[in-house]
C-alpha cells in the first residue's frame, strides 16, 4: 500500500471511496464501545476481589497495636507506610497514607499551597497577582484542570522521548512566577515515557526562582509494567535530597490500578519539614483516614514482591489488550505515513499522534460510529492541543474483542480525517 502523502489524487480518491464504504458498514453495526479512560477491566476487578475476604477475624483489627477501627493517626497505619515506602524506595517516616485517592492528595496540596502557602512561601500562592504551572504534555488532563481550576496560568513543556524538554524546563523556572511542575514520571500518562536518569537527576537538581517551588511527582504507574519485567526507579525524595532540594517534591502514589480504583488507598510522599508541616493543616480538616481500609491492603498487598505479583496477574490481562491495539495500528496504519504511536511497556494508555489537524475530526468520526474516545486536546493545557493530533487510547477496559472492533473503527476514522486533510 503507498502511503497516503505519496498517492496521486486519483488514488487518494479510490481509496476514500473504499475507506467510506466501510465507515458506513462499521456504522451499521451499532456499536458502543468506550476507550475513553483508563478503568480496569472486569476481569481485572475479579482478579481483586477476594481482598474483601479479609479482615474477618478480630486479630486483623489490629495493626502494630493500633485499632483500626478507631480514630486517630492522622498520617495512616505504619504498616501502610512501610508498604509505600518499599514500593517507592523512600523511608516510611517520609509516607502519608490517605484515602481512596491521589488525586484529592494532589488537589488538596495546590489548594493548600493557595489558602496557606507552602513551607517556604513568602505568602500564600492566592495572594501572588500570578502563578504559573508547568505542564509537559502531552500529559494528564486531570493534572491540568486542578491547577487551571486555582486559576494558574499553565505553561506547556514539550516531552520528549526522555521525560519533559529540561532545557525548556530550566528556563522556565526562572520566571518567580512559575511556582511549579506536574510530573508522571514512569510509564507517563499518556505517552509511557519513563523519564530518563538524566533528565531526573536534572529535575532533582533545579534551582527555581521561587524558594517554594512544588515538584508534584505523580508515580501512579510505578509497578505497573504489562510487558516484561519490572523496572526499577529512582528515588525523587532521595535524588532531591543530594542537590539540597528535599523540601521541593511531593510524591503521589495509590493502589487504584493495584486493587480498586475509587476503593483502594493513597499516600503522598515528603520530606520530615514538609510532613510537619502537612500534618499541622491536615490536623484541623480531619480526624483520621479510613485506616478500616489501609489495613485491608496491608494484609492483601503484604510487601512489595507479593504486590508484583499480583501486578504480574493484572498484566497477563492487560498485556493483550494494549497488544490488540498496537498490532492493529502497526499493520493497518503504520504503512500509510499519517500517524505514530508508542509502544509503551507499562501503565494505561497509547498515545496516538495523528496526522497534524485530524485529532478532533478522528474523534468526532469515532463518535458517530459508536466508539468513545478521551476528548481530542485533552492532554493539552486548557483542552487545546496546539497541533490538533494527540489522541490518548485506554484499552484497558473493554475486552479484547470490543477493543478490537473499537480499533477497526479508530483505524478507519484516521484513515478519513487524513485523506480529508489531504485532498481527494
Ligand atoms: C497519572 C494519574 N494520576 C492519578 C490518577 C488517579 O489516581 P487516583 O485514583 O489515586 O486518584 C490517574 C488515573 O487515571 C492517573 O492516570
New binding site residues.
Given amino acids: 500500500m503507498t502511503a497516503y502523502p505519496q498517492m496521486t489524487a486519483a488514488e487518494r480518491t479510490a481509496e476514500y471511496a473504499c475507506v467510506q464504504q466501510k465507515f458506513e458498514e462499521l456504522k451499521a453495526r451499532n456499536l458502543k464501545l468506550n476507550m475513553a479512560r483508563?478503568k480496569p477491566g472486569k476481569a481485572q476487578l475479579d482478579l481483586v476481589s477476594d481482598i474483601f475476604g479479609f479482615m474477618n477475624k478480630p486479630e486483623d483489627y489490629v495493626s502494630d497495636g493500633i485499632d483500626v477501627r478507631n480514630y486517630g493517626d492522622l498520617s495512616g497505619l505504619p504498616a501502610a507506610k512501610r508498604l509505600f515506602a518499599e514500593i517507592l524506595g523512600c523511608q516510611p517516616e517520609q509516607v502519608f497514607v490517605g484515602g481512596n485517592?491521589?488525586?484529592?492528595l494532589m488537589y488538596d496540596t495546590i489548594s493548600k499551597a493557595c489558602t496557606h502557602g507552602m513551607l517556604h512561601s513568602p505568602r500564600p500562592w492566592c495572594k501572588e497577582p500570578v502563578v504559573k504551572f508547568l505542564c509537559p504534555s502531552p500529559g494528564?488532563d486531570r493534572h491540568f484542570k486542578v491547577t487551571e481550576s486555582f486559576g494558574f496560568q499553565l505553561v506547556t513543556i514539550p516531552m520528549t522521548d526522555e521525560g519533559p524538554d529540561m532545557d525548556a524546563v530550566e528556563k522556565a523556572i526562572q520566571d518567580p512566577c512559575v511556582k511549579g511542575m506536574w510530573n508522571?514520571p514512569k510509564y507517563s500518562?499518556p505517552d509511557g515515557i519513563i523519564y530518563s536518569a538524566e533528565t531526573i537527576r536534572r529535575i532533582a537538581a533545579m534551582k527555581p526562582a521561587a524558594p517554594d517551588f512544588l515538584l508534584m511527582w505523580?508515580n501512579?504507574y510505578c509497578i505497573h509494567e504489562f510487558e516484561g519485567d519490572y523496572v526499577e526507579f529512582p528515588d525523587i525524595l532521595s535524588e532531591c535530597a543530594k542537590y539540597g532540594n528535599e523540601d521541593m517534591v511531593f510524591e503521589f502514589a495509590?493502589t487504584?490500578k493495584v486493587t480498586l480504583?475509587g476503593g483502594g488507598i493513597?499516600c503522598f510522599a515528603c520530606s520530615e519539614a514538609n510532613m510537619a508541616y502537612m500534618e499541622k493543616l491536615l490536623t484541623v480538616q480531619i480526624i483520621s483516614f479510613d485506616k478500616v481500609n489501609q489495613q485491608r491492603h496491608v494484609l492483601y498487598l503484604k510487601n512489595k514482591a507479593h504486590a508484583l505479583e499480583l501486578m504480574k496477574r493484572h498484566a497477563a490481562v492487560l498485556g493483550p489488550k494494549f497488544r490488540a491495539v498496537v498490532d492493529v495500528l502497526e499493520r493497518e496504519i503504520a504503512p500509510l505515513g499519517i500517524a505514530r504511536w508508542q509502544r509503551p511497556k507499562g501503565g494505561?494508555f497509547v498515545s496516538l499522534y495523528a496526522m497534524p489537524g485530524t485529532a478532533k475530526r478522528t474523534w468526532e468520526l469515532c463518535k458517530e460510529a459508536g466508539v468513545t474516545l478521551t476528548n481530542a486536546g485533552a492532554t493539552y493545557p486548557y483542552g487545546k492541543d496546539p497541533e490538533d493530533s494527540n489522541i490518548r487510547i485506554a484499552p484497558s477496559l473493554p475486552p479484547v474483542e470490543e477493543l478490537e472492533q473499537a480499533i477497526e473503527v479508530l483505524c478507519t476514522c484516521l484513515k478519513l480525517s487524513a485523506l480529508e486533510v489531504l485532498g481527494v
Fill in positions: 483508563g485517592a491521589s488525586l484529592q494528564y508522571v500518562n505523580d501512579a495509590s487504584s480504583p493513597s494505561y
